[in-house]
């Protein structure tokens, strides 16, 4: 999951180098990297969802077949908490944490974007007082 950081970092710095020649370009182009960097947000909320959904049903099929293959009677907190511990079940977990993690990168993502319309028209003042 690091690897998908470290490309949106790539990219992000691409999106934010700001000069006196590409000022126009970068102010134009920011509603449309803005629209980027929440679509990508979102896509990853909706894979923690289908995580979670997955993760839910996949606990209920092994805590039955856990109830069913035992040879003693276990309760379904019992038995869940055995199918907790099944790799699929780990390996779904992991895979939440690491979609939370890039949630909250791109959440600071959007903050950024939406601040640097700020910086611009900071930057457009400096301009006009320099040139008065």
Do not use: C
């Not at 979102?42 to 839910?56: D, F, G, I, P, W």
């Not at 099944?86 to 950024?112: F, R």
């Amino acid at each position: 999951m690091s690897e998908i950081i470290q490309n949106y970092q790539k990219e992000l710095n691409d999106h934010l180098v700001i000069d006196e020649f590409t000022l126009k370009d970068v102010q134009l182009q920011l509603p449309g990297r803005r629209h980027i960097w929440v679509g990508r947000l979102m896509r990853h909320k909706h894979e923690v969802n289908q995580l979670k959904k997955s993760k839910t049903e996949k606990l209920a099929n092994l805590t039955k077949k856990i109830q069913e293959q035992s040879n003693v009677r276990l309760s379904t907190p019992a038995a869940e908490k055995v199918a907790e511990n099944t790799e699929l079940i780990k390996q779904i977990n992991s895979n939440i944490v690491e979609q939370y993690l890039v949630i909250e990168y791109l959440e600071k993502v959007e903050k950024i974007m939406g601040s640097i319309g700020f910086d611009i028209r900071n930057i457009i003042e400096i301009q006009k007082l320099e040139t008065q």
